[in-house]
């Protein structure tokens, strides 16, 4: 190491603290990889009031969609509303040349419904809650 620096636990980083690290993988990684062709993808459920109750947060790069949360408000649940935000999701990620996509999800939550959208489980973490697993499921587009 050419400098002396200082470890420090960050335990409310603010936004600062995050940006600098993620611009610094960004650049890493661009150098690396290639441009991202970054974008958030994007999509809510809202009921006749515009309350949003539900909805999907990805984003795309390197040809890739990360569906990082999706949720759907329990009264909704089983009306259609998921696969068709799943299905719209997967449409624009299609349109901005994606070949795949990824998530994770507990086994207490969704991996059937991704299962039966032709997503395929690749890795799992057991004990990951206690009594449960975190699933990695992935879809080639």
């Known amino acids: 190491m ?3 620096c200082a470890i420090v636990y960050e335990e409310n980083p603010d936004s600062a603290f995050t940006e600098a690290i993620q611009e610094g993988i ?3 990684n661009q150098q690396r ?3 991202y062709n970054y974008k958030k993808l994007c999509l809510s459920l809202r009921d006749a009031e515009q309350k949003i109750v539900g909805g ?3 984003e795309t790069y ?3 969609f990360y569906i990082e949360l999706f949720w759907i408000s329990e009264p909704y649940r089983k009306g259609g509303y998921g696969s068709t935000i799943l299905q719209m ?3 624009e ?3 901005r040349g994606v ?3 990824f998530l994770n999800t507990f086994s207490f939550q969704a991996p059937d419904f991704y299962e039966k959208h032709g997503y395929r489980v690749f890795g799992e973490l057991f004990g990951f809650p206690p009594g449960y697993k975190c699933c990695f499921l992935t879809k080639n587009l």
């Open 56 to 58: 999907l947060v990805g």
């Open 89 to 91: 999701a997967e449409d």
């Open 26 to 28: 960004n650049q890493f």
């Open 99 to 101: 070949k795949q996509v």
């Open 62 to 64: 390197w040809e890739c």
């Open 33 to 35: 990889a290639g441009n």
């Open 2 to 4: 050419s400098q002396k």
């Open 93 to 95: 990620a299609r349109g």
